[in-house]
Nanobody, 121 residues
Framework: QVQLVESGGGLVQAGGSLRLSCTASGSIVSINAMGWSRQAPGKQRELVAGITSTGITNYAESAKGRFTISRDNAKNTVYMQMNSLKPEDTAVYYC???????????????WGQGTQVTVSS
């Protein structure tokens, strides 16, 4: 079994910052790409940022210049530093990880339970 646990969400004023963390645990051989997505009320889930196992990153246009994704492979953890937050960033943020396991299914994509980020104006 594999679990992803997120933390770091909360309430912040516009212009403020938050740092999200997501740690994977369980029957893990290796973690391939990791990422963050978000879902605002009444909207579809959207990809915000992704990072490969070698550290190559990519961002949605809405996140470029404000958000930074990083990872600590030794800790099976992905982070997202969010600066200059805007009210439109308000959403539930989910991490996901493409994980190779010690048991069947050998490889699968897993999601965390989500953490709420609320940005007040």
């Amino acid at each position: 079994q594999v679990q992803l646990v997120e933390s770091g969400g909360g309430l912040v004023q516009a212009g403020g910052s938050l740092r999200l963390s997501c740690t994977a645990s369980g029957s893990i051989v290796s973690i391939n790409a990791m990422g963050w997505s978000r879902q605002a009320p009444g909207k579809q889930r959207e990809l915000v940022a992704g990072i490969t196992s070698t550290g190559i990153t990519n961002y949605a246009e809405s996140a470029k210049g404000r958000f930074t994704i990083s990872r600590d492979n030794a800790k099976n953890t992905v982070y997202m530093q969010m600066n200059s937050l805007k009210p439109e960033d308000t959403a539930v943020y989910y991490c996901n990880a493409d994980i190779t396991r010690t048991e069947w299914p050998w490889r699968n994509n897993y999601w965390g339970q989500g953490t709420q980020v609320t940005v007040s104006s």
